[in-house]
């Protein structure tokens, strides 16, 4: 026995010399170790590399069996689904801000900025068509507004549908930039703050450096509240059903259920088609295995903005360049909503049934139309306004008094349909990255999930295998010398 295995306390295992063409190799023999079942290696799998969403989704079921189960006592609970919220709405305005300006900022070529800014407008505008067409198609052969009643008593008339372009993207005042409220202004100061910083180039490198680092330790924090997630998600969804589990009324119970059923197949085709395209088997497999995770948060806090930091986590999970990441995932929260376009046109679908509306071409035009353009002005947070649901009413001249009765479907679909609003931007982003990167851009990444663990039993053996494989190779090399210097002093 080698002296390098009785150091180990190796009793049980022997170590043999064998001399192959001038070399010595140790052979390290050991023993059988316990055998582990296929089915128990794929359990520890799954359950290691989706243990968080698993969590995640427990809680939203959870949520959901005591909101059915509590009733309206279930709003108890709301308070501590708001300290969870208030945690990560505090967190969005600092992490947009420097993400987005820090990504531009230490890009050296301003034309892939361009590049991505220009696909990621395409993307929206393709991708609102297909998920309108398919909702429309959907829609149609399903008839949501059959059988439907509604109570028109509620008089809403003075609500108005005034669209305010100027106030959509820009402000008065640069207090209004640090308020969620002001999404869209927050974004584009953040993109003109970054191109500035890449203009003046050194000069700005102090602020670029600023910017990089607080954008690594809000990514910290971020993380740090995620843990609270699972729970604050639960009581979030505690809450919301117990609230409107009695409010769903026979005339929209269809609708809703019909909207959720096409939320479902839609994430999973959206998905694999985007995720294909972006980065094949590869890019599908890592697609599905981090989008839980901003998936569940979208459903628990119905809310695209509250989602963004579960969403960047995601992309650096999947391996996608953070210099696309950062600018796709906001922009996205506010003008890529996939949800939103299917949700508003199975609502104009539904009320063209109720008053019995010809649905011809042109009618059909003006539903993608507002669906399409819906799905790029409607708020980010939740309940965040009538926009939406009054620009139906005003487009096809429907009565005000429809806009409750819409309002509730949306909310009881809010979940899903979020879901989707999050989950379209990983996927967006990932393609992007593939024509940006180049096609071969998932072969040169690692996603953070992806990544090996250094604990357990098997690095351990891996570990000594490789120590006592040293040690071999340490003895080999000093007998071979010592032969050589052997060789020498008889040649002398």
Not at 105 to 116: D, F, Q, V
Not at 253 to 282: H, N, T
Request: one cysteine or more.
């Amino acid at each position: 026995m080698h002296p390098s295995c009785a150091d180990r306390g190796s009793a049980a295992q022997a170590c043999d010399w064998e001399r192959s063409r001038g070399r010595a190799s140790l052979v390290l023999k050991e023993p059988t170790p316990a055998r582990v079942t296929d089915g128990e290696v794929v359990m520890r799998r799954v359950l290691g590399n989706y243990r968080f969403s698993i969590i995640l989704l427990f809680g939203v079921v959870v949520g959901a069996v005591l909101g059915l189960t509590l009733g309206e006592r279930a709003i108890v609970l709301k308070p501590v689904a708001d300290v969870f919220l208030n945690l990560v709405f505090c967190l969005i305005v600092p992490v947009v801000i420097t993400s987005i300006s820090s990504s531009i900022a230490a890009m050296g070529n301003l034309g892939k900025l361009r590049k991505i800014l220009l696909l990621f407008l395409a993307v929206i505008v393709v991708t609102g068509l297909m998920t309108a067409l398919l909702a429309l198609l959907t829609a149609l052969i399903f008839k949501p507004a059959q059988g439907a009643v509604l109570d028109l008593e509620q008089d809403t008339s003075g609500i108005t549908g005034n669209l305010d372009l100027v106030g959509l993207f820009t402000t008065d005042d640069f207090v209004n930039l640090l308020s969620i409220d002001n999404m869209m202004p927050m974004i584009v100061f953040s993109v003109l703050l970054g191109i500035s910083a890449a203009l003046v180039g050194q000069a700005a490198e102090p602020l670029s450096k600023l910017l990089a680092s607080a954008t690594e330790v809000l990514s910290k924090m971020v993380a740090i509240v995620m843990y609270i997630a699972p729970i604050g998600i639960a009581a979030y969804f505690a809450s919301l059903v117990g609230t409107m589990g009695g409010q769903v009324i026979s005339s929209i119970a269809r609708l809703s259920v019909m909207y959720v059923l096409f939320c479902v197949v839609f994430f999973v085709l959206f998905g694999v088609a985007f995720s294909y395209a972006g980065g094949g088997r590869e890019g599908v497999r890592r697609y599905f295995k981090n989008v839980w995770l901003p998936a569940a948060t979208g459903m628990g806090t119905c809310s695209s903005t509250a989602s963004i930091p579960a969403n960047r986590i995601a992309c650096e999970q999947m391996g996608i360049p953070r210099v696309i990441s950062d600018l796709v995932v906001p922009l996205g929260a506010s003008m890529h909503k996939n949800g939103v376009v299917s949700v508003q046109m199975f609502k104009i679908i539904f009320l063209l049934g109720v008053f019995d509306r010809p649905i011809d071409v042109p009618t059909v035009l003006t539903a993608v139309f507002v669906a399409v353009i819906s799905g790029i002005i409607v708020g980010t947070i939740p309940s965040g306004g009538f926009i939406g649901e009054l620009f139906i009413v005003t487009a096809f001249g429907f009565p005000t008094e429809v806009v409750p009765i819409i309002v509730i479907m949306g909310t009881l679909t809010d979940p899903f349909c979020t879901m989707n609003n999050v989950a379209g931007d990983s996927a967006a982003a990932m393609f992007i990255a593939r024509v940006v990167e180049g096609k071969d851009w998932i072969k040169r990444t690692v996603g953070t999930g992806d990544r090996p663990t250094d604990d357990g039993p098997a690095a351990a053996v891996g570990e000594e295998l490789a120590e006592v494989t040293e040690d071999g190779r340490h003895v080999a090399a000093a007998r071979l010398n010592g032969l050589a210097d052997a060789r020498t002093e008889a040649a002398r």
